[in-house]
């Protein structure tokens, strides 16, 4: 297996737009989380998908940020309207039965 | 509310000098503690996995051991290429099994 695959690697968006990131975990898992990294933070979650629902997501920050999973092997992120604070890095990772999480290479979002 | 942190927040070694890194945690019941190292522009990548008091892990120069309090991460003769923040993560009984991360240790290790 490739491994948990985010895209794009990169994002570089002017304040207002709208992101999506993506995710595809690795076949077979069947849970899914959304990470965001910064130096301030650490490393946060966002929002947490088993068997493609939505588990927790009280780690989002607010109602512009917005995740689906509409089946097992794709989920998105969505950040609408950007701002300048979102800037950070955001991971997906994926995991089988509640055991360790695989973390993709992450998506280096910035704002500006 | 699950709590995890770590110790030291930065460690510089020589290359060859063993040190431990700590994580100490707080959780109701523990039902895994994770270890993970991460590369700078990479994601986190995992290393072991503790579930009991008194159980150990090992790989290459890494070895994990588990308390009921706290975790150590052992290195012993570091290398350059041991280079990286190593973080810990706890997972908790019951519940959704989100485990919750450390800020981490960025070790570096100088030749």
């Known amino acids: 297996d490739a491994g948990v695959i985010q895209s794009p690697r990169h994002e570089v968006t002017e304040m207002g737009q709208e992101v999506t990131l993506r995710c595809k975990p690795i076949?077979?898992?069947?849970?899914l989380f959304w990470y965001r990294q910064t130096m301030m933070r650490g490393l946060e979650l966002l929002i947490y998908?088993?068997?493609?629902?939505?588990?927790?997501d009280s780690g989002m920050p607010e109602d512009r940020f917005s995740a689906k999973m509409p089946n097992a092997s794709f989920s998105t992120l969505k950040i609408q309207p950007s701002e300048p604070r979102d800037s950070a890095v955001y991971f997906c990772a994926s995991s089988f039965s509640a055991r360790e999480a695989f973390f993709g290479q992450g998506t280096r979002l910035t704002v500006v | 509310e699950d709590q995890v942190t770590q110790s030291p927040e930065a460690l510089r070694l020589q290359e060859g000098e063993s040190s431990s890194l700590n994580c100490s945690y707080t959780?109701?019941?523990?039902?895994?503690l994770f270890w993970y190292r991460q590369d700078p522009g990479k994601g986190p990548e995992f290393l072991f996995t503790l579930y009991s008091a008194g159980e150990e892990k090992e790989k290459e120069r890494l070895k994990a051991t588990l308390t009921k309090k706290e975790s150590f991460l052992h290195i012993t003769a570091p290398k350059p290429e041991d280079s990286a923040t190593y973080l810990c993560a706890v997972q908790a009984e019951g519940g959704s099994y989100i485990p919750t991360f450390g800020r981490g240790t960025s070790l570096i290790v100088h030749p």
């Open positions: 959780v109701s019941g523990l039902r895994g």
């Open positions: 998908f088993n068997n493609n629902v939505p588990i927790d």
């Open positions: 076949s077979g898992h069947n849970s």
